[in-house]
């Protein structure tokens, strides 16, 4: 191990020839930001102004010319996609220069695979093993629903999942449940931390990490020994922090810690990017940094190199109505370029096949597919998109929607290998006791629980392994795996347990035996030529997993039988490529130094292959929806959230509706609408040539047409950069281009008085529960499967220049409303009060935010029907039905 305080010492420049060279492809203020070398930097960096060239050259400058050992710097991003960008492109620059070898040594992460690495090493700390097992959201979920029942509150999805905000919320501001308790405003914060607290015992107890605690386990560490800051704080001497916009309180707290030692911190952001307040970043961050940082240098990058001036002016239009921002003046040298291309539609379909046809025509001008994007403020906005994309044979991608490590199949055999590796975790272990079916129902989880409460033995894993050890002596008339001697409380657990049917009692043995079997192999060594696909190959034969998948949904059985097969490549590849160095670099301080592997019952020692799980599986749990994304081939959709940091030549942005965007969930938040304002501001700059912008003036949501107005935002952007398609259904009018001067003035003058304005117009945003919307959680797909995905849309696309006459009778400007389409229009136009065939008007309801309200209006039937309901305090809401709960 090195030195570092020597090695600091002993930095010396070593000029060199070409990356003086290579700097000189940066303009003034890049370079000037690339050759800072100490004390803290904030790079106001405006879109597509070059902030990743300049941290990569950075970094290459930082080894080459400054002599600091590339182990010293620590590159922190937000999407695994951005920190491989990083990676690659400082690997270039360095091996152009003869220094291939350093490229590797710097540690280039997200901010949440480098708090897990730190917390799988400081784990103890926090009463956890290495091994500890990272919740998705919905483990999450599981887990507070288990914890409601256990301290005797009533099981409601809504309020596991209200519960489960205020939680994330909680770990954003890096507050422990004693911070925030700390912190309570009232009441109901107080009950908000006691459950968090329970909550939070729950997760150590199943030795689990949920994604708040990764960053949140690192502060509480350095909040109790300052000494580990101090070491980490040593060991990365140069730090750089990209999208700074988006920290939130916690991150900015662990960058605090990590420059207790120095202020070598170089952070890159823009305030008008940040769109990520409703995951608790904070503008803040970047509004205040010198407060924090008095010395800090600050460089402006002006200079736009990715759009025209065109889109460039567009996205200042919008931009420059947001009242607080930090003074920067974008400018580009890419004078003029295309109008940016507004068009109405008459509804949503229409919408879509007008982006469908105009991509066909584009390409059979010489565009490639993948010059194009689609973006959208929600997900749910995808399906009319594809459906007529595909009518068009246009070979597209859809970043986001679920994900390949959320689909069941997956999640089953990843929950075996978790609990292999960590048996303690409840959530998995519940998902894989009785799958494929062992005949453990619930009453044997009863008895099970009854047998861990009898034992105190706290985890079903413990208690399976009791249970089962007694029901095989049973059975085989041999001794009974449990401790000597036999007491009352064995008796009584035994006794439960032979109550149990015969199929029960052999599928706790079964279940026992897999797990068992899976440890072991997981804990044997690789010198004995065992392998992590070996472990994953023996569990789909040992569980009869494929057969199990024919059983139980034969129609999708060959997808979900091909997904498993996904799945052990991927293992494969992944151990093929593992680099043991990659989880942490040599000389890494910690409290571990050995590294403890998974405590396999204390009784193992920790294995290579134990290694590669545990690295695998904290991948999966860390995927980010733009890392399957294939580059090149295939026309992309995606959120306007995923979008950030990427651009493409044509962007479509589709939607451009008051209330759809901007959302405008909570009216009463004015910061919510200069976050949309910032949201659109990302969308129109993502475009390199051509920008489009839709509106469909009205659209089906959740069954329903509702009529719609165009968003504020196409009214902010100058009549003289915008020209309306001909075949759009309103020819000018509503984007105010052709009003005349004093209405066009009129528009502009209301300034932030349209956010009460907003407030008025409230037909579906506000009240309708967030969970509705799926805005962007942005799951991923693996390469494979997005492969699969493009590969049929491929196989399916028409012939170059021959459009498939299906898709051209779908074309907005021939189309006449198809028949069921105008029956739903009707229906949508007899209003609520025709439709109540459950007579819910006048009931009293509850609902996990606004709390005790009355129906007054009600549409359609059963669990989606929607109620237009009054809370007192919240005035009128509406809110699908499975949302509330009817109390009569
Ligand atoms: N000095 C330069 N000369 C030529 N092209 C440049 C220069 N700096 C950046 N670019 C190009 O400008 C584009 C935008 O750069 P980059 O992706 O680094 O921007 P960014 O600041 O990260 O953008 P955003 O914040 O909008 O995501 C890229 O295509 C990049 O190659």
């Known amino acids: 191990m090195r030195n570092k305080r020597v090695v600091f010492l002993l930095a010396l420049p070593l000029p060199d020839r070409s990356i003086m060279t290579l700097l000189d492809h940066l303009n003034p203020p890049q370079k000037l930001a690339a050759e800072h070398r100490d004390g803290p930097l ?42 491989g960008e990083m990676r690659e492109r ?23 695979s480098f708090c897990a690495r730190l917390l799988r090493r400081n784990a103890e700390l926090l009463g956890l093993t290495p091994s500890f097992t990272i919740y998705d959201s919905d483990d999450q979920l599981k887990l507070i629903k288990a914890v409601m029942e256990q301290v005797g509150m009533p099981k409601d999805n809504g309020e596991a999942k209200r519960l489960r905000g205020a939680i994330g919320q909680f770990k954003n501001q890096g507050w422990t449940p004693a911070l925030a308790h700390e912190n309570a405003f009232n009441s109901y914060d107080e009950e908000d931390a006691t459950f968090y607290e329970a909550y939070q015992k729950a997760l150590v107890q ?27 704080s040593r060991h990365w001497r140069y730090q750089m922090v990209d999208e700074f916009q988006d920290t939130n309180p ?9 420059t207790r030692t120095h202020d070598n911190l170089c952070v890159v952001g823009d305030d008008d990017q940040a769109i990520y307040r409703w995951r608790g970043a904070t503008v803040a961050n970047i509004m205040g940094f010198e407060e924090d940082f008095p010395d800090a240098k600050i460089i402006k990058l002006e200079q736009n190199y990715r759009s025209t001036e065109v889109i460039l002016k567009a996205a200042n239009d919008v931009i420059q109505h947001n009242p607080t921002r930090r003074d920067k003046t974008l400018w580009t040298a890419r004078e003029g370029g295309d109008l940016v291309t507004c068009f109405t539609a008459r509804d949503d379909r229409e919408e879509a096949s007008y982006v469908a046809r105009q991509i066909h025509d584009l390409t059979r001008l010489g ?21 007529q994309l595909q009518n068009g044979g246009v070979p597209y991608q859809v970043i986001g929607g679920m994900s390949f490590y959320e689909r069941s199949e997956i999640k089953d055999i990843l929950g075996y290998l978790k609990v292999a590796l960590n048996p303690d975790n409840p959530v998995d272990f519940l998902r894989i006791i009785n799958t494929p079916s062992r005949g453990i129902g619930k009453v044997s989880l009863g008895k099970l629980e009854r047998v861990a409460e009898i034992r105190g033995v706290g985890t079903f894993y413990r208690a399976l392994r009791y249970a089962a050890g007694m029901l095989e002596a049973g059975a085989l008339g041999d001794t009974p795996i449990v401790p000597e001697p036999f007491g009352p409380d064995d008796e009584e657990a035994l ?54 998948l024919d059983r139980d949904d034969p129609e999708r059985a060959e997808d979900r039988r091909n997904n498993v097969v996904e799945l052990l490549h991927a293992l494969e590849e992944f151990e093929e490529d593992f680099d043991p160095d990659q989880l942490l670099n040599e000389d890494l301080p910690g409290q571990g130094e050995d590294d403890e592997a998974p405590d396999f019952d204390g009784e193992s020692e920790p294995t290579v292959v134990s290694q590669i799980l545990r690295a695998f599986l904290e991948r999966s749990a860390l995927v980010h929806a733009t890392d399957g994304m294939e580059e090149g081939r295939t026309t992309t959709l995606m959120t306007v959230h995923g979008a950030k940091g990427l651009e493409f030549d044509t962007v479509f942005l589709v939607g451009m509706e008051d209330e759809l965007f901007p959302s405008l969930r909570d009216m009463s938040d004015i910061e919510e609408l200069h976050e949309e304002r910032r949201l659109a501001y990302v969308a129109i700059t993502r475009a390199r040539h051509k920008l489009y912008i839709t509106n469909a003036q009205s659209r089906r949501i959740y069954g329903q047409i509702r009529q719609t107005e165009p968003s504020r935002f196409l009214r902010d952007i100058d009549p003289e950069r915008i020209e309306i398609d001909p075949k759009s259904t309103s020819q000018s009018i509503e984007y105010g281009h052709r009003a005349s001067a004093p209405n066009r003035r009129r528009v502009r003058d209301r300034g932030y008085d349209e956010f009460q304005q907003a407030s008025d117009a409230n037909y579906f945003g506000d009240g309708v529960d967030q969970d509705l919307w799926e805005f962007d959680q942005s799951p991923p797909m693996i390469k494979g499967e997005v492969g699969r995905a493009v590969q049929q849309t491929l196989d399916a ?15 907005p400007w021939e189309d006449d409303l198809s028949a069921d389409w105008q029956q739903e229009s009707d229906f949508a136009a007899s209003g609520p009060s025709a439709t109540d065939p459950e007579g819910l008007t006048g009931k009293t309801v509850s609902h996990s935010r606004f709390g005790i309200g009355k129906i007054t209006g009600v549409s359609g039937d059963g669990p989606k029907a929607v109620l237009t309901i009054n809370f007192p305090g919240h005035g009128a809401r509406t809110i699908i039905r499975k949302f509330v709960k009817i109390l009569g």
């Open 42 to 83: 904030l790079i106001l960096a405006g879109a597509g102004s070059g902030k990743t060239r300049v941290i990569t050259y950075r970094i290459a400058k930082l080894i080459m010319d400054y002599g600091v050992y590339p182990e010293q710097i620590l590159a922190l991003t937000f999407t695994n996609k951005a920190a």
């Open 367 to 387: 565009a490639d597919w993948g010059d194009f994007a689609v973006f959208y403020r929600t997900n749910a906005q995808s399906r009319q998109i594809e459906e």
């Open 250 to 258: 916690a991150q900015y707290a662990l960058l605090k810690f990590l």
């Open 495 to 548: 006794e439960a347990l032979q109550k149990l049917g015969g199929r029960s009692k052999k599928g706790m043995i079964d279940a026992c035996e897999v797990v068992v079997a899976l440890r072991d192999q997981i804990g044997a060594d690789a010198a004995d030529g065992n392998s992590l696909s070996q472990v994953a190959n023996f569990l789909v034969e040992r569980i009869h997993y494929m057969d199990y």
């Open 90 to 112: 400082v690997d270039a620059i360095l091996s152009e220069n003869g220094r291939e070898t350093d490229a590797a040594g710097v540690t280039i992460a997200t901010f949440h």
């Open 206 to 232: 199943a030795n689990c990490a949920d994604f708040g605690d990764l960053i949140l386990g690192v502060i509480t560490i350095f909040r109790t020994h300052p000494r580990i800051a101090d070491s980490y």
């Open 797 to 811: 696309a028409p012939p170059e220049g021959d459009f498939d006459p299906s898709f051209s009778q779908l074309s």
